[in-house]
């Protein structure tokens, strides 16, 4: 857990601040994009951003590293927005209502509080307010995808929580340490 906190203090510090010019569109079609497409991006960056905006850097990319980590663990779905919008879901009352609709044109919604990630079926707005954070979930995003940059720095992750809740699922998983204000776990 020391490692992690030592790795945790020097990204804090080492980390640049970010040019305030940078936009996704420009951070997307630089020629280094080409393993993941800008919806799988902007999935990451959406997570990071309702998950971390509050967080330094390095807890940015704490987030951003479970979400991938996430991807390459058999348990979850395998591209990033199935994994960032991984939820039980219930048919809209809209369209609930007409029986004799076609299923292609049913619409789903999350169940609210059955999410992987809470702000994904928290029932509240999604829209961006914060555009400085906005940026640096962008970047973040890119940055881990694209560069690897700071990728396993919660060794292994699958699970984190607030400092501030005490989730019944945290005591059948390890528990790898803290960044910020949260707590990361990963399967025993």
């Given at each position: 857990?020391?490692?992690?906190?030592?790795?945790?203090?020097?990204?804090v510090?080492?980390?640049?601040?970010?040019?305030?010019?940078?936009?996704?569109?420009?951070?997307?079609?630089?020629?280094?994009?080409t393993e993941?497409?800008?919806?799988?991006?902007?999935?990451?960056?959406?997570?990071?951003?309702?998950?971390?905006?509050?967080?330094?850097?390095?807890?940015?990319?704490?987030?951003?590293?479970?979400?991938?980590?996430?991807?390459?663990?058999?348990?979850?779905?395998n591209?990033?927005?199935?994994?960032?919008?991984?939820?039980?879901?219930?048919?809209?009352?809209?369209?609930?209502?007409?029986?004799e609709l076609?299923?292609?044109?049913?619409?789903?919604?999350?169940?609210?509080?059955m999410?992987?990630?809470?702000?994904?079926?928290?029932?509240?707005?999604?829209?961006?307010?914060?555009?400085?954070?906005?940026?640096?979930?962008?970047?973040?995003?890119?940055?881990?995808?694209?560069?690897?940059?700071?990728?396993?720095?919660?060794?292994?992750a699958t699970?984190?929580?607030?400092?501030?809740?005490?989730p019944?699922?945290?005591?059948?998983?390890?528990?790898v340490?803290?960044?910020?204000?949260?707590?990361?776990?990963?399967w025993?």
């Amino acid at each position: 857990m020391t490692r992690l906190i030592a790795i945790a203090f020097a990204i804090v510090f080492a980390q640049p601040m970010m040019a305030q010019s940078s936009t996704f569109q420009n951070v997307v079609e630089s020629e280094l994009y080409t393993e993941v497409n800008q919806p799988e991006l902007y999935c990451l960056a959406m997570n990071i951003y309702h998950e971390a905006r509050a967080e330094l850097h390095v807890g940015m990319y704490a987030v951003a590293d479970v979400t991938i980590n996430r991807v390459y663990d058999t348990r979850y779905p395998n591209t990033i927005c199935d994994v960032v919008k991984d939820a039980k879901m219930k048919e809209s009352w809209k369209t609930k209502q007409y029986p004799e609709l076609d299923d292609s044109q049913r619409v789903y919604i999350p169940i609210r509080n059955m999410c992987q990630f809470s702000w994904y079926c928290d029932g509240r707005s999604d829209a961006v307010q914060d555009n400085d954070s906005w940026r640096m979930a962008q970047e973040v995003a890119y940055r881990i995808v694209k560069e690897k940059k700071y990728r396993g720095i919660t060794e292994g992750a699958t699970h984190y929580h607030a400092t501030y809740v005490s989730p019944s699922w945290r005591t059948s998983l390890d528990l790898v340490g803290r960044i910020g204000t949260h707590i990361f776990y990963r399967w025993m």
